[in-house]
Nanobody
Framework: QVQLVESGGGLVQPGGSLRLSCAAS????????MNWYRQAPGKGRDLVARIAGTNGATMYADSVKGRFIISRDNAKNTVYLQMNSLKPEDTAVYYC???????WGQGTQVTVSS
């Protein structure tokens, strides 16, 4: 019954912005720690950002700190990843993840290229 559906990916030029959405069903996102991961071609899956279900505290990988913002809209039961000042090295498939139970969405492709 738990489902995570990412959207918002696409092709963007360096320096541009995208907002990814993770629509959750079967549970309430405010009750769980939620993560964004990404996997670049030929590389492993890396944690990008986390928002805690207890108090909403956030954390970021050093590579995105100051550029990306994780947030949630409890009324919409959706987690967001606002990505600014995008770089070619941000190109990856981005995945939404519920930490407890290790649930994953299908991923959404982000390509940063001129």
């Amino acid at each position: 019954q738990v489902q995570l559906v990412e959207s918002g990916g696409g092709l963007v030029q360096p320096g541009g912005s995208l907002r990814l959405s993770c629509a959750a069903s079967g549970f309430t996102v405010s009750s769980y720690s939620m993560n964004w991961y990404r996997q670049a071609p030929g590389k492993g899956r890396d944690l990008v950002a986390r928002i805690a279900g207890t108090n909403g505290a956030t954390m970021y990988a050093d590579s995105v700190k100051g550029r990306f913002i994780i947030s949630r809209d409890n009324a919409k039961n959706t987690v967001y990843l606002q990505m600014n000042s995008l770089k070619p090295e941000d190109t990856a498939v981005y995945y939404c993840n519920r930490q407890l139970g290790n649930y994953w969405g299908q991923g959404t492709q982000v390509t940063v290229s001129s």
